[in-house]
């Protein structure tokens, strides 16, 4: 043990921990199936029959190694691949983010560099902020009608908050010396904005883009499963519906993997814009 | 009297002192500095140099009083006068090199990249940056390296009048010797003004054509105009050779060590222009006895 490095040792114990887990889970399921003692709920939903009790790894993985080796075949709408599934959240999700970022960062620039701004702004923020994005879906749904657009609109409204907020303040912390650096090389407005404001607040926005796109991540999965159609969430709920908790649990390790990819290419963004003072 | 290239007119700050109150640093200070001098200001920490330059700079707005340039008022900052931040102020996230192009690129915005940045070595290497060392951020460089390059970035852009504050406080001896040089050469063959702060004496006599003393704060004076009266080219190890030399430094020493105390906190209603002092043990003291009056003499003899 001695000769392993920090990172060799922890990948040794993340993976113990996963065998351990996986056999544990795997050795308990059937004594669950072998208690007798079923609620009225379970016997409803059909847990005692072997198809809706909670799956073993094994099946899980047998799941995903069927559904990740044919993950964009479309068989009608209640039968599409996890690749379309994923696809479609992704969409909404990067489409709603990128709508809220065109607003908040410019709004967040603006907010930052002027206290009246600020000021004046600050009340509505306060008040909109602490709404679950998901109060939205009704009037979203009435307004827009189209459960699609609706979706798109609940991950902007909840993008919009983190990122707006981190600009602002971000902006308004760039140290006076580096304005006056750009004030006496006689920079104008935009250019200060550009060349000395941005890259000295980048790291605090990029931090409230990181933010936002895990809550849109988190969001969408419960956003989908109200409007239906398609997506991640609806998939979930779907295959509850048909009592395949295989699929299930299967598709929300998928929900962590890709969430997981998504932070991931932010916390690069975020090394990519970070500096040393 | 034709008015001198940078004229300083009853410049008065107060700050709210924080407890409610006010906090006078300087009033109806007045004092101007000729085309091509360099003038250096010296006084203890806190006493307002740094406020007065950045109010020279047009980074600051005072209280009252105007800062004229060539006749024109100064509002605002400009690249005709380039400053040398007490903190250097390099932008953390560019490059060494970066660093100066910035500033070499907004002063040419004609010029190409390549010219650019040809000029902003030439000035890096000129302070001793030369290598890979260019290339790297201000985080990964050593105090000295990173006021020096503060120090290439204002240089490189030839501003008509120079701002230093402390710039060379966080060098060794040596480099600190070696970037004088490059400073007396930069602006001998120009037509530059520098108006300088330090804490250093030494350093102050061998730049300086003139030294302002300031007085402490609160309500602090620039109380005297000291001549450097020590002929150029001056060197380090030629200069303490003069006769002047010691003379002059002691009155500065004397200044700043019991005078500056004795002489803060006096209120005054009327302008504070600072006597003009000159100490010259070349001439016969009957000559130069009535351009220094007061008790000046003391440290003369
Ligand atoms: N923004 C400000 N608000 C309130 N007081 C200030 C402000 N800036 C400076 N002061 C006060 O003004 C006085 C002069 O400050 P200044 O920075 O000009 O001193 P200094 O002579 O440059 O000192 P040092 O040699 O330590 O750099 C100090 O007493 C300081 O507390
Ligand atoms: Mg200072």
Redesign the pocket.
């Known amino acids: 043990m001695g000769q392993l490095s920090l990172n060799q040792r922890a990948a040794l114990l993340s993976l113990v921990m996963l065998v351990v887990g996986l056999l544990v889970w795997e050795l308990s399921i059937p004594a669950q199936k072998a208690a007798e003692e079923l609620t009225e709920y379970e016997r409803l939903t059909g847990a005692g029959s072997a198809k809706a009790g909670v799956p073993p790894p094994s099946d899980v993985l047998a799941k995903a190694w069927e559904q990740l080796s044919n993950p964009f075949y479309d068989a009608g709408p209640n039968d599409k691949g996890i690749g379309i599934q994923i696809g479609y959240s992704i969409y909404r999700v990067l489409t709603g983010y990128a709508l809220a970022a065109a607003l908040a960062i410019p709004l967040g620039f603006l907010i930052g560099m002027s206290p009246v701004a600020y000021k004046a702004l600050n009340p509505f923020i306060q008040v909109l902020r602490p709404i679950s994005p998901l109060a939205w879906m009704p009037l979203a749904l009435f307004i827009i009608g189209d459960s699609e657009a609706s979706a798109i609109f609940v991950i902007f409204i909840c993008s919009i908050w983190p990122m707006l907020i981190n600009t602002a303040f971000g902006v308004a912390a760039v140290r006076q010396d580096w304005v006056n650096v750009a004030r006496t090389h006689e920079l104008g407005h935009l250019k200060t904005a550009f060349f000395v404001i941005l890259p000295a607040a980048a790291p605090t926005i990029v931090t409230g883009m990181r933010i936002s796109i895990g809550i849109a991540w988190l969001v969408i999965v419960a956003a989908e499963m109200l409007v239906g159609g398609t997506g991640i969430g609806y998939y979930v709920w779907n295959e509850w519906n048909n009592l395949d908790l295989t699929s299930v649990v299967f598709s929300i390790l998928m929900i962590g993997v890709v969430g997981m990819m998504l932070d991931a290419a932010f916390g690069y963004l975020q090394r990519t814009v970070s500096y040393v003072e | 009297m034709s008015k001198p290239f940078l004229s300083i007119e009853e410049l008065t700050?107060v700050?709210?002192?924080?407890k409610g109150g006010e906090?006078t640093?300087f009033e109806k200070a007045s004092f101007g500095v000729e085309k091509g001098e360099f003038v250096v200001i010296l006084?203890?920490?806190?006493?307002?140099?740094?406020?007065?330059?950045?109010i020279l700079a047009g980074l600051a707005e005072p209280t009252s009083g105007v800062v004229k340039m060539d006749g024109y008022e100064v509002s605002g900052p400009s690249l005709d006068r380039g400053v040398v931040f007490?903190n250097y102020s390099l932008l953390p996230w560019l490059s060494t090199l970066k660093n100066v192009t910035f500033g070499v690129a907004a002063r040419h915005p004609e010029w190409s990249k390549a010219q650019v940045v040809e000029h902003s070595t030439k000035f890096l290497a000129m302070v001793g940056l030369e290598g890979d060392v260019i290339h790297r951020k201000p985080s990964q460089l050593s105090g000295g390296m990173r006021q020096r390059v503060s120090i290439a970035r204002a240089f490189a852009n030839h501003p008509q009048l120079l701002l230093l504050?402390?710039p060379f406080g966080a060098l060794d001896a040596l480099t600190r010797g070696t970037i004088q040089d490059e400073l007396l050469k930069i602006w001998g063959g120009t037509e530059q003004t520098v108006f300088m702060?330090t804490?250093d004496i030494d350093e102050a006599i061998l730049l300086a054509d003139r030294i302002l003393l300031?007085t402490n704060?609160?309500f602090?004076r620039v109380a005297e105009s000291v001549e450097i009266t020590i002929p150029r080219p001056r060197t380090r190890t030629t200069i303490v050779d003069h006769p002047n030399y010691y003379a002059i430094r002691n009155h500065l020493v004397h200044f700043l060590g019991e005078r500056s105390k004795e002489l803060a906190g006096q209120k005054g209603d009327e302008v504070n222009k600072p006597v003009p002092v000159r100490i010259d043990k070349t001439v016969s003291v009957s000559e130069s006895e009535p351009e220094t009056p007061r008790p000046l003499r003391a440290v003369n003899s």
């Open positions: 700050q700050y709210p002192d924080g906090l640093v006084g203890h920490s806190g006493c307002g140099k740094s406020t007065i330059m950045n007490q504050d402390e702060i804490h300031m704060g609160p602090a």
